[in-house]
């Protein structure tokens, strides 16, 4: 391997001569602690490399060492429900303890391996070569309970399974040794391939995978699923496509952060790939323990358990976190490789652009749009294009979708990394401070926010019993613009002095606004609303605001339905009616008929509006 030797220091960055050669995206290690870094620039006689931990004890004259690799991570059964840093290496569970500098990896575990294929049979990149039981390691080689993730393999309940892979860029080949089923290490060969040209290669159950290249699949596929996130406001009015893609700005308090963990809770993810990227460490501690008191409502088990948490908090090394996004994608690509549906989170991308524009001023590039380099929007597209829905190279589907907050400095929208995000997402859900302000979360602003895919998804909503998904979404988001507009003159004539069919606009918007698109994350009953009751709350208004407009037809004024006990019941049925308690929103879709009729009494030819 080459060797080089620094020459100029400065915070994470350096500047080394080498006598050998070296390629770009390198790893090599850096002085006396052989702190991990990579090669980022290539010059004839100079190499730059960027250093992911702390280099305060670095002088020039430090040896810079070769590692003849790309920067790589061991992609293995070991990851879910452990943390690690930026750069995959464990850190301990508690959130405050550090990984010790220059310390590579995980120590290999031991896991229970069963063979999926024999001696004689000939598998192809990317193909499945054998299974581990259980999500956790075998301490001293002793098997224990597994558990399901998704519904894969028609496996028995309680014994998740995960896949070990031919690594993609393996020439596969025939099997000619394969291990007996039981415990292994995870690097330990567990199968020998021989290629077309006689070569042998032994695979392991992990293998290494350099983080900045996307992982190959057999091809991306079109998304007519949604990633079914439980909050109304999403699902049904900006929803998101399995393989999707969206980003969630807001300013500081408007609920990024909730937001963000409570889809890595509720969504219908079989895994989840959270990465805490220069926010606050307290916050990712606090996560960590709530996903392992909340119990994963498919299998029983802590969430934690399928969950991978990568941490770059503020008060970890800067240069990591430039890593830690590419890191965290590569772990998603790698379930999504297992046929898995995986849901990346990352809080937040503005933290990981400063880390991005404080590595190019050091190295004294010429700054672009507020000091950020003029690689930006190409590093965001690298990020946001790993998002996708796949026809994997083993033949099954998988898909990763990539949620990504946005901090803009102030709140405003305009500043480089929203406005480059903006061009390679497909949702954008805007946070808007005077929701988060009045306490109305999610703060999703219902104007500014949009799916560009929304249509794809109306017919897997037919599919849900909710065939009028796309004219009552349509519906919805008019009534909410008609009351952008309205609520200005309101507020300069009073209400009172409006028109009736302006009032009734106003009084419908309210009730969208209030029983469906507000929805707390911390009520037990509606933080999470399965699609199911989604469908019902959405239908039930639709006819509230068919019947409201039949009636002011028919001359009675919005204040009179307003008044009535249905009005609140409907207002309150988000907190207050439970998933599975169908009965009462029948019982709700009774009384609105009944009232409704009984209002419009004088006038029984309208009778029959509203029906559905
Ligand atoms: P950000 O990450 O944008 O700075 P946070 O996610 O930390 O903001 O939210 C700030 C506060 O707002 C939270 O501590 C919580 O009290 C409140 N909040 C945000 N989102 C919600 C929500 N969906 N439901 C209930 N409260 C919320
Ligand atoms: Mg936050």
Known sequence: ??????????????????????????????????????????????????????????????????????????????????IFDGLLRPMSAE???????????????????????????????????????GWTSVPGGTSREGRDVGDQAGNAEGAWTQHCLVPPDSPGGEVVFMAQAGPHREDEPVCRLRDAKGRLQDLAMSHHWPVRLPRPALKRLPSDEPM?????????????????????????????????ETVAKWCDADVIVYVGCGERGNELAGLLSELLELEDPR???????RTVVIANTSNMPVSAREASIYTAITVAEYFRDQGLNVTLMADSTSRWAEALREVS??????????????????????????????????????????LGAVSPPSGDFSEPVTNHT??????????DVHRAQARFYPAIHPLQSYSTVAKNLARWWHGQ???????????????????????????????????????????????????????????PIDRYATPARQAVMMRLIGRFIE??????????????????????????????????????????????????RRLRRPAPEHAGVGAT
């Open 1 to 82: 391997m080459s060797i080089a030797s620094t020459t100029w220091i400065s915070g994470p960055v350096l500047r080394a001569r080498p006598d050998g050669p070296f390629v770009l995206r390198e790893a090599v290690t850096v002085g006396p602690e052989r702190l991990l870094g990579e090669v980022i620039r290539i010059a004839r006689d100079q190499i730059v490399v960027q250093v992911y931990e702390d280099t305060s004890g670095l002088r020039p004259g430090a040896e810079v060492a070769g590692s003849g690799h790309l920067l790589s991570i061991r992609l293995g059964p070991g990851l879910l429900g452990h």
């Open 95 to 133: 959130g405050g303890a550090y990984v010790t500098p220059g310390m590579r990896e995980e120590a290999p575990a031991i896991f229970d391996f069963r063979p999926r294929a024999a001696v004689g049979d000939s598998l192809a990149p990317g193909a499945v070569l054998g299974d581990v039981q």
């Open 228 to 260: 079914v996130t439980g909050q109304r406001v999403i699902d049904c009015l900006f929803p998101i496509p399995r393989g999707g893609t969206a980003a969630v700005p807001g300013g500081f308090g408007t609920g990024k952060t909730v937001l963000l």
């Open 299 to 305: 299998s029983g088990r802590p969430l934690l358990e």
């Open 361 to 402: 001023g050091r190295l004294g590039e010429l700054p672009g749009e507020a000091g950020y380099p003029a690689y930006l929007s190409s590093r965001l597209a690298d990020f946001y294009e790993r998002a996708a829905r796949v026809r994997t190279l083993a033949g099954t589907i998988g898909a990763v979708t990539v």
């Open 422 to 431: 903006r061009r390679y997402i497909g949702c954008l859900w805007a946070l």
């Open 465 to 523: 019993n909710c065939t009028r998904w796309e004219e009552l979404r349509r519906r919805f988001l008019t009534l909410l613009e008609e009351e952008a507009r309205l609520e200005r003159m309101a507020r300069i004539i009073g209400r009172d002095a409006m028109p009736e069919h302006q009032r009734l606009i106003l009084l419908c918007a309210q009730l969208v606004n209030q029983a469906f698109l507000r929805q707390s994350a911390f009520s």
């Open 547 to 596: 019947g409201a407009e039949g009636l002011m037809q028919a001359g009675i004024p919005p204040e009179a339905i307003a008044a009535e006990p249905i009005f609140r019941a409907l207002m309150r049925m988000g907190e207050e009616i439970p998933e599975g308690d169908w009965e009462r929103f029948s019982d709700l879709d009774r009384d609105l008929t009944a009232t409704l």
